[in-house]
């Protein structure tokens, strides 16, 4: 069996006690958490959590019990309260995010990440838009693919972590072949679907509305799905995103691709926040994560929801025992 490595995230954030919730049942997998263990120590006081924690090295077995949880010690850099973000700990959630690669590069393994708070990271100095490009800068990748998946639906994004202002100028034929690409052959390898049928939103209302209301779907959008199509695979659109969502129009679809963050994402939480998971396809690794941010509001309160988590780690074990890299 091999182990998922479980990054803690923002320290101030709900990641630490995701973690402890996580550890308080058995479960079927080697999870191995990446945090400072004093912080789970006094965290799990805060939440009034009995959690065992195991410093864990490389080679030892996980431990899958109840009440207990495998850490690999990273130090904090300043003491942490919850709900209060400190430029210091930015470095603390960087090392988890590349401690992470170095273990899934040196064992079997697959990441799954509890969320970071991009802004704390940049004030800090570091020049960070999100997990999906920090994986794909070390993994070496020229493009990946950010997914979103919840029972009912899956959404991928042309555009991952841009000003809305920026995208039109983002979406260009070769990137978009490329994104429609690597979902097709991701739900292949590693959903198993065998002929995937994707369908594509246009960019602009009404998808341009004939040229009257933007020209990216004629100009863009439109001939690279026909080259594609040439080369065999299953595409449906440019579609109005207003309708892309409705259950007629996706019956029979494997996975939506929005353009941008806010076309497809609001749809997909609104489907399924708290049970969704979001999948970078593209790596040479499996990556997955929650579906919500760090949510300093309710941190060290007990009151977050551990359901996302769950998922994303059930998902990482399932594409791990059914991959085809
Ligand atoms: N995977 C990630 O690393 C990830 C994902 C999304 C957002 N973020 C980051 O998180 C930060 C805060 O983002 P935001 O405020 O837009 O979104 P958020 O998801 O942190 O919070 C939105 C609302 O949902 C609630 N919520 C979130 N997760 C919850 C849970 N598990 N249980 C119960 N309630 C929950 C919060 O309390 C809040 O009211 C930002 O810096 C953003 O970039 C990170
Ligand atoms: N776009 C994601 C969301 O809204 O849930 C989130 O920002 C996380 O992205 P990364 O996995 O790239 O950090």
């Given at each position: 069996m091999s182990y998922l490595f479980l990054t803690s995230g923002e320290?101030?954030?709900?990641g630490p006690d995701l973690c402890l919730q996580y550890s308080q049942t058995e479960r079927p997998h080697q999870v191995v958490v990446l945090a400072d263990i004093s912080l789970l120590e006094q965290r799990a006081k805060l939440l009034q959590l009995n959690c065992k924690l195991l410093p864990w090295v490389p080679g030892d077995k996980a431990t899958q019990l109840a009440g207990t949880l495998s850490v690999f010690h990273i130090p904090l850099r300043a003491p942490c309260s919850a709900g209060t973000l400190d430029v210091a700990n930015a470095e603390y959630v960087l090392a988890q995010l590349e401690q992470s690669v170095a273990f899934v590069n040196s064992t079997r393994g697959a990441i799954v990440t509890c969320p970071v708070h991009k802004g704390i990271l940049n004030d800090s100095g570091i020049n960070f838009s999100g997990h999906t490009e920090f994986f794909a800068d070390r993994a070496g990748v020229e493009k990946v693919v950010m997914m979103l998946a919840c029972e009912k639906l899956r959404v991928c994004l042309a555009t991952t972590h841009l000003p809305l202002k920026d995208v039109a100028n983002a979406i260009n034929g070769p990137e978009l072949k490329q994104t429609l690409t690597i979902i097709h052959d991701s739900l292949q390898k590693q959903f198993g679907i065998a002929e995937p049928r994707l369908s594509v939103c246009g960019?602009?209302?009404?998808?341009g509305e004939g040229g009257h209301l933007g020209l990216e779907e004629q100009q863009i959008i439109e001939p690279a799905l026909d080259e594609l199509r040439e080369a065999g695979l299953t595409l449906v659109g440019p579609l109005p995103a207003d309708t892309a969502f409705t259950p007629r129009a996706l019956a029979n679809i494997d996975a939506v691709l929005a353009m941008y963050h806010d076309q497809g994402l609001p749809v997909l939480k609104y489907a399924g926040f708290g049970d969704a998971v979001n999948v970078t396809l593209g790596l040479p690794f499996i990556r997955t994560s929650v579906d919500h941010g760090t949510a300093l509001d309710i941190a060290g309160t007990g009151s977050a929801n551990c359901g996302s988590l769950r998922c994303a780690l059930n998902y990482a074990a399932t594409m791990s025992a059914n991959s085809i890299f």
């Amino acid at each position: 069996m091999s182990y998922l490595f479980l990054t803690s995230g923002e320290p101030a954030g709900i990641g630490p006690d995701l973690c402890l919730q996580y550890s308080q049942t058995e479960r079927p997998h080697q999870v191995v958490v990446l945090a400072d263990i004093s912080l789970l120590e006094q965290r799990a006081k805060l939440l009034q959590l009995n959690c065992k924690l195991l410093p864990w090295v490389p080679g030892d077995k996980a431990t899958q019990l109840a009440g207990t949880l495998s850490v690999f010690h990273i130090p904090l850099r300043a003491p942490c309260s919850a709900g209060t973000l400190d430029v210091a700990n930015a470095e603390y959630v960087l090392a988890q995010l590349e401690q992470s690669v170095a273990f899934v590069n040196s064992t079997r393994g697959a990441i799954v990440t509890c969320p970071v708070h991009k802004g704390i990271l940049n004030d800090s100095g570091i020049n960070f838009s999100g997990h999906t490009e920090f994986f794909a800068d070390r993994a070496g990748v020229e493009k990946v693919v950010m997914m979103l998946a919840c029972e009912k639906l899956r959404v991928c994004l042309a555009t991952t972590h841009l000003p809305l202002k920026d995208v039109a100028n983002a979406i260009n034929g070769p990137e978009l072949k490329q994104t429609l690409t690597i979902i097709h052959d991701s739900l292949q390898k590693q959903f198993g679907i065998a002929e995937p049928r994707l369908s594509v939103c246009g960019l602009n209302p009404h998808a341009g509305e004939g040229g009257h209301l933007g020209l990216e779907e004629q100009q863009i959008i439109e001939p690279a799905l026909d080259e594609l199509r040439e080369a065999g695979l299953t595409l449906v659109g440019p579609l109005p995103a207003d309708t892309a969502f409705t259950p007629r129009a996706l019956a029979n679809i494997d996975a939506v691709l929005a353009m941008y963050h806010d076309q497809g994402l609001p749809v997909l939480k609104y489907a399924g926040f708290g049970d969704a998971v979001n999948v970078t396809l593209g790596l040479p690794f499996i990556r997955t994560s929650v579906d919500h941010g760090t949510a300093l509001d309710i941190a060290g309160t007990g009151s977050a929801n551990c359901g996302s988590l769950r998922c994303a780690l059930n998902y990482a074990a399932t594409m791990s025992a059914n991959s085809i890299f």
